[in-house]
């Protein structure tokens, strides 16, 4: 039987490796449907392409963004 700090341990590494997986998986059925959108064109996307890095970067910054943007809306509401 384990304890109750037990399992809290195992849900929080259960949790974790969710989070690391969902992007691969993600990444393999876009790669999939790509793929078979294109004609059996194969989709690569090369780190070491300057527009792929690029994109990921702006992507990556995109919800970050519009986070901020709520953040400010939420907060000057208030004030009105």
């Keep these: 039987m384990q304890s109750e700090t037990q399992q809290k341990q195992l849900q929080?590494?259960?949790?974790?490796?969710?989070?690391r997986l969902e992007p691969l998986a993600l990444y393999a059925a876009y790669s999939s449907e790509i793929t078979k959108l294109s004609g059996g064109v194969p989709l690569e996307?090369?780190?070491?392409?300057?527009?792929?890095?690029v994109g990921l970067l702006i992507g990556g910054m995109i919800p970050?963004?519009?986070?901020?943007f709520l953040m400010g809306a939420v907060e000057e509401l208030p004030q009105q």
């Design 12 to 19: 929080k590494v259960m949790h974790c490796a969710q989070l």
């Design 45 to 53: 996307l090369k780190l070491s392409d300057p527009m792929v890095l």
């Design 64 to 68: 970050f963004l519009f986070a901020s």
